[in-house]
């Protein structure tokens, strides 16, 4: 059997989702929790993986197992053995066809931005802070030339080892909740350091030190050494990736209001 699972996590004290042999990792620990379930070893495919620091609404993964569970056994029996910032939140029997990371049309995330004089206690590790005053329509409005395909190698990590840069930008979107300004962006795949590196960029723009017409002349250079530098990782959040109905996933996560 191929099964789907939806889970929820808070990255900061871990090296990313892929498994590494020097550091926690989340898929680390998902595959050891599932797999004393399973009673075997199991290998999780996700549909997108994120880097050092950065969290899960509900990242979606896949794997394969013989054992016959039921839906509370596999996500009760798991989440006992995984750390209190780690939680499976649902799992659903696919078709064999179905693949996390490949049949994916679309994924989704969330940038939180704590915009005040003094940072908070409490987002610390859940928002990047900027003390200086943000014009968030501004930003919004210079964003959309980066709706439609196009090359964003500006935006692009030097580690980045995507074949292209060329990507699809299905939506970008700003808006504000008294002190947090979100930014949700959608596009059907992300390259290294991508939405960070918009952000930071954005944000230049949105403290006055930067315009419109700069951000869209460094987008179509497709130089990054022109763009600002890389926004901070605890403001990115995974917000969920998009399949076939055929599917059937019980997604819940589509713009939830965090904190």
């Not at 989702?17 to 290998?43: K, M, N, P």
């Not at 993986?49 to 013989?66: C, N, P």
């Not at 016959?68 to 780690?86: F, H, K, Q, T, Y």
Request: glycine share 6%; hydrophobic share 40%; charged share 20%.
């Amino acid at each position: 059997m191929k099964y789907a699972i939806g889970v929820e996590y808070s990255g900061s004290a871990y090296c990313g989702w892929q498994r590494q042999r020097h550091c926690d990792s989340i898929q680390q620990h998902l595959e050891t929790a599932i797999g004393f379930v399973a009673d075997h070893a199991i290998d999780l495919v996700c549909a997108g993986r994120t880097d050092a620091g950065v969290h899960a609404i509900e990242q979606v993964a896949h794997f394969e197992s013989d054992s016959e569970r039921d839906e509370r056994a596999w996500v009760l029996g798991s989440n006992c053995r995984l750390p209190r910032d780690i939680r499976i939140k649902w799992i659903a029997p696919v078709d064999a066809n179905f693949h996390a990371r490949f049949g994916a049309h679309a994924r989704s995330y969330r940038y939180i931005i704590q915009n005040s004089s003094v940072p908070s206690a409490i987002f610390q590790d859940r928002a990047c802070w900027e003390f200086r005053a943000l014009d968030h329509q501004l930003m919004h409005d210079c964003a959309q030339v980066l709706v439609g395909e196009h090359d964003f190698s500006s935006f692009r990590a030097a580690g980045c080892q995507a074949k292209t840069a060329s990507r699809k930008l299905h939506s970008i979107e700003f808006t504000r909740q008294g002190e947090l300004i979100y930014m949700d962006i959608t596009a059907n795949a992300f390259l290294y350091h991508m939405v960070r590196n918009i952000v930071g960029s954005l944000m230049a723009v949105g403290t006055s030190e930067r315009d419109c017409d700069w951000f869209g002349q460094v987008f179509r250079a497709r130089d990054r050494n022109l763009a600002e530098i890389t926004a901070a990782a605890s403001g990115l959040y995974f917000l969920c990736a998009w399949f076939d109905d055929q599917y059937k996933l019980p997604l819940q996560a589509k713009k939830p209001v965090l904190f």
